[in-house]
């Protein structure tokens, strides 16, 4: 049975439960090799643990979910990984969009979209406008996004508006130009999750993520869970977040 509580937006506590996680799923292919199996199977295993995170994310009330599927710079792997990484994208979006809808989730991507093929771009037109009223639960999906490449492409839509005259540059200012990027009407993220141990950001929300905690999980994406999700959302409730200010209880000293 549909579980009715799921379509609902779930109540909060700000202190203890970021409002926005995005997570870069690392480690697929380490996974597979660990197992003796193609990278394919790792990033199959992949989706999985997407879908576990999306329900997992909804049940402890994270209103945002942003995950990093597929880099500008993945480009450059080898074609069939490249095609196995497409095809997955389309059976999610096939696949899962009926649950996700369901369950009262809006579905966004942030990427370029140009770079993709035609009935991809229709699929997640598709999927935009099916959940756009949804508000149980955001998911964003990265998609052929590089921080870099959509930061140049906000500086070249401003230096255009500039150059025709509709734009003044005195008021260019950091609240007028997120605006300008993909993640436009997006928080920004307060959790940030890279799994496999890696620790670095790689292109992934560098405006976005400036005063982001980061949380640097050992599993491999695949072997993430809700039990992981929320080990990672306790870390933050104990981080102090001070946005370069100072603590509320340091204040008087
Ligand atoms: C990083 O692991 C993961 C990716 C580049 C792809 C992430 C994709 C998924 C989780 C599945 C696809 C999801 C959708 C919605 C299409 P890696 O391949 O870099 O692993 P490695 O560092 O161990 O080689």
Not at 122 to 137: F, I, K, Q, R
Not at 142 to 159: C, L, V
Request: aromatic content about 8%.
């Amino acid at each position: 049975m549909q579980d009715a509580r799921r379509t609902r937006k779930r109540e909060r506590n700000p202190d203890l439960i970021p409002a926005h996680v995005a997570i870069i799923m690392d480690g697929n292919g380490r996974w597979a090799k660990a197992r003796g199996l193609p990278r394919a199977a790792g990033h199959r295993a992949g989706v999985e643990a997407l879908r576990r995170t999306v329900r997992a994310a909804g049940d402890l009330g994270i209103d945002w979910l942003t995950v990093y599927a597929f880099s500008s710079e993945n480009w450059s792997r080898p074609r069939s990984e490249i095609s196995d990484l497409m095809g997955l994208l389309r059976l999610f979006l096939r696949r899962d969009l009926a649950e996700i809808h369901q369950n009262g989730v809006r579905v966004r991507m942030i990427g370029d979209r140009e770079g993709l093929e035609p009935d991809i771009r229709s699929m997640v037109d598709e999927a935009e406008n099916l959940t756009m009223n949804n508000a149980a639960m955001n998911l964003v999906i990265a998609f052929n996004y590089g921080s870099r490449h959509e930061i140049i492409r906000a500086a070249r839509t401003i230096a255009q508006a500039a150059a025709a005259g509709t734009l003044d540059p005195e008021e260019i200012t950091p609240e007028s130009f997120v605006s300008f990027l993909d993640t436009a009407r997006i928080p920004d993220p307060d959790l940030v999750i890279r799994t496999s141990g890696e620790q670095r950001l790689s292109n992934f929300l560098l405006w976005q993520t400036a005063y982001s905690e980061l949380h640097f999980e050992p599993c491999y994406w695949p072997d993430f869970n809700a039990e992981r999700l929320a080990e990672a959302v306790r870390t933050y409730a104990a981080r102090d977040r001070r946005f370069g200010g100072v603590a509320a209880r340091d204040v008087a000293l």
